[in-house]
């Protein structure tokens, strides 16, 4: 099980690291039509490619959100942004004793196609920032690589 959300987590930050902007023209027809259909009335505001995978950024009920897509349109994840005050209190606790000097600046859900539910807590210190991953319980799973760019 740790090792199952470990990868997810590095693969998180992979993709992350690796995201290219798209023209809505440049996604696969597939890619659309699974996003139309999964989510009836949405438009896309961004489109990015992301290793095999396809990441469209809209809002869902007023919530910024990002649905990740397999090339065949197949959905793979949500990720939405919730307040830090919606994170597991295990996972603020974590991050207040563990990243001293750090602010914890944006906060997401993340429920994968089987309902699975993952937790990212953004940390930045100045120009830093990095992210963590929690499981549902909001106990500690990875944390990315620290770097000054923001996206």
């Not at 798209?22 to 999964?38: H, I, M, Q, R």
């Not at 009836?40 to 959100?65: H, I, M, Q, R």
Request: contains cysteine; aromatic residues 12%.
């Amino acid at each position: 099980m740790k090792t199952t959300i470990a990868t997810i987590a590095l693969c998180f930050g992979f993709i992350y690291a690796n995201a290219q902007h798209l023209k809505e023209a440049e996604v696969p027809a597939n890619v659309k039509d699974g996003f139309a259909k999964k989510y009836p009335g949405s438009k896309v505001k961004v489109w990015e490619k992301e290793g095999a995978d396809f990441e469209a950024e809209f809002d869902l009920n007023k919530v910024e959100s990002s649905a990740v897509f397999g090339a065949n349109g197949t959905f793979k994840e949500l990720e939405q942004e919730i307040k830090s005050t919606e994170l597991p209190k295990t996972a603020v606790d974590y991050c207040t004793k563990t990243f001293v000097g750090y602010k914890l600046s944006e906060a997401a859900k993340i429920t994968d196609a089987t309902g699975k539910v993952m937790f990212e807590a953004e940390m930045t210190k100045g120009k830093e920032h990095f992210d963590v991953i929690f499981d549902d319980k909001g106990n500690f799973v990875k944390k990315s690589e620290p770097t000054t760019a923001k996206d």
